[in-house]
C-alpha cells in the first residue's frame, strides 16, 4: 500500500529560527510531491511542487527539497514568523497521470515569540 | 474569486439524521472532490467528480452519497449519521486532466461535523 510518513508530527521552534520538515514516501509510480500549509480552521494551501527531475525549489522563505532515489522530501522553513505556525502536509501523486493522491499526516508546526 | 465555498462552517446532528455538506467552485474545475480530516490522520478521500454526471468512489465512501449535476456544485450527502463521521470535511477543485493532476487542489475552509 502506498504510504507517505511526515516527521516529526509536531514541532515548537522560536521565533527567527530554522526549521527542517521531513517526509518519505513509498508510492509508486512516482509522478510528483506537493506541500501544502494548513493554517489552523482553513483548508490546505500549496507552497510548492517537485517533480522527479528537480532536487530543490524555494518559495519564499520555504525550501523544498527531493531525492528520487530515497523516496524522501524536505521542507526547510528559514528565518521563522509567527505566521509560519501551520500544519504542513506532504502529499505525493501516483501514476502516470498523477491522478491518484496519497497524503501524509502533517506536520504541526508551533512558532513562539 | 470566491474559490471553493462550503457550508455550513459547523454542524451538530444526533445519530441517525441526515444531512447535506454544500460545496461550490467558481474557476470553472472539472475535477471535484470530498476529504475527511481526522486527527493523526492524513486526509482521506469519500467522493470524486471528472465532471457534471460522473462521480466514484475514493477511499471510504461508506455512509456517504453524492451527485453532480453541475461544474460548479458538488453536495455531500450524509445518509444516516454516526459518531465514527465525526470529522472535518474538506471539498477540493482542481481544472481536470493531465495538466489539471499537475495543478494543486484547491480547498474550501472546511465543515466541522460532530455526531453525538
Known amino acids: 500500500k502506498n504510504q507517505v510518513e511526515q516527521s516529526p508530527q509536531s514541532l515548537i521552534i522560536l521565533e527567527g529560527k530554522n526549521c527542517t520538515l521531513q517526509?518519505?514516501?513509498?508510492?509508486?509510480?512516482?509522478?510528483?510531491l506537493r506541500w501544502y500549509k494548513q493554517d489552523t480552521g482553513r483548508g490546505p494551501v500549496s507552497l510548492t511542487i517537485?517533480?522527479?527531475?528537480?532536487n530543490t525549489k524555494s518559495n519564499g522563505r520555504y525550501t523544498a527539497t527531493l531525492d528520487a532515489d530515497t523516496k524522501q522530501s524536505s521542507l526547510h522553513i528559514t528565518a521563522s514568523q509567527l505566521s509560519d505556525s501551520a500544519s504542513y502536509i506532504c502529499?505525493?501523486?501516483?501514476?502516470?497521470?498523477?491522478?491518484?493522491?496519497?497524503f501524509g499526516g502533517g506536520t504541526r508546526l508551533m512558532v513562539k515569540p | 474569486n470566491a474559490g471553493v465555498t462550503q457550508t455550513p462552517k459547523f454542524q451538530v446532528l444526533k445519530t441517525g439524521q441526515s444531512m447535506t455538506l454544500q460545496c461550490a467552485q467558481d474557476m470553472n474545475h472539472e475535477y471535484m472532490s470530498w476529504y475527511r480530516q481526522d486527527p493523526g490522520m492524513g486526509l482521506r478521500l469519500i467522493h470524486y467528480?471528472?465532471?457534471?454526471?460522473?462521480?466514484d468512489q475514493g477511499e471510504v465512501p461508506n455512509g456517504y452519497n453524492v451527485s453532480r449535476s453541475t461544474t460548479e456544485d458538488f453536495p455531500l450527502r450524509l445518509l444516516s449519521a454516526a459518531p465514527s463521521q465525526t470529522s472535518v470535511y474538506f471539498c477540493a477543485s482542481r481544472p481536470p486532466g493531465t495538466a489539471g493532476a499537475r495543478s494543486p487542489l484547491h480547498f474550501g475552509n472546511g465543515t466541522r461535523l460532530t455526531v453525538t
Open positions: 502529499v505525493v501523486s501516483e501514476g502516470n497521470a498523477g491522478n491518484m493522491l496519497t
Open positions: 517526509c518519505n514516501y513509498t508510492v509508486s509510480p512516482f509522478s510528483n
Open positions: 517537485m517533480t522527479f527531475s528537480e
Open positions: 467528480s471528472v465532471g457534471a454526471g460522473i462521480t
